[in-house]
Nanobody, 121 residues
Framework: QVQLQESGPGLVKPSQTLSLTCTVS??????????WNWIRQPPGKGLEWMGA???????YYSPSLKSRTSISRDTSKNQFTLQLSSVTPEDTAVYYC?????????????WGQGTQVTVSS
């Protein structure tokens, strides 16, 4: 059974960097051919794909967020991390990590429960 769990601060001040970690159990993030994704949902809006890390470590980002987004991983802890810089209240959302069966398929077979992040001063 694969489980994903998001963790990190629930409140971030404008202009600062949002940092969230997804801890994966039951499966290695280095296992081919899975892609590990960050997805968010602002209040009253739909899901927005932010970026992903392929099992090789290569990263992919949404064009609208690429300049502010960085995804990294710690294979020893089986974790991958999202950093979103220069945040504004528009970045307030529920943030999810999810596993895709391969890059770009959007076949998310496992999701974290989501974590609320509010950007406010």
């Amino acid at each position: 059974q694969v489980q994903l769990q998001e963790s990190g601060p629930g409140l971030v001040k404008p202009s600062q960097t949002l940092s969230l970690t997804c801890t994966v159990s039951g499966g290695a993030i280095t296992t081919n051919y899975y892609t590990w994704n960050w997805i968010r949902q602002p209040p009253g809006k739909g899901l927005e794909w932010m970026g992903a890390m392929y099992y090789t470590g290569r990263t992919y980002y949404s064009p609208s967020l690429k300049s502010r987004t960085s995804i990294s991983r710690d294979t020893s802890k089986n974790q991958f991390t999202l950093q979103l810089s220069s945040v504004t209240p528009e970045d307030t959302a529920v943030y999810y990590c999810a596993r895709d069966e391969n890059y770009g398929l959007a076949k998310y077979d496992y999701w974290g429960q989501g974590t609320q992040v509010t950007v406010s001063s």
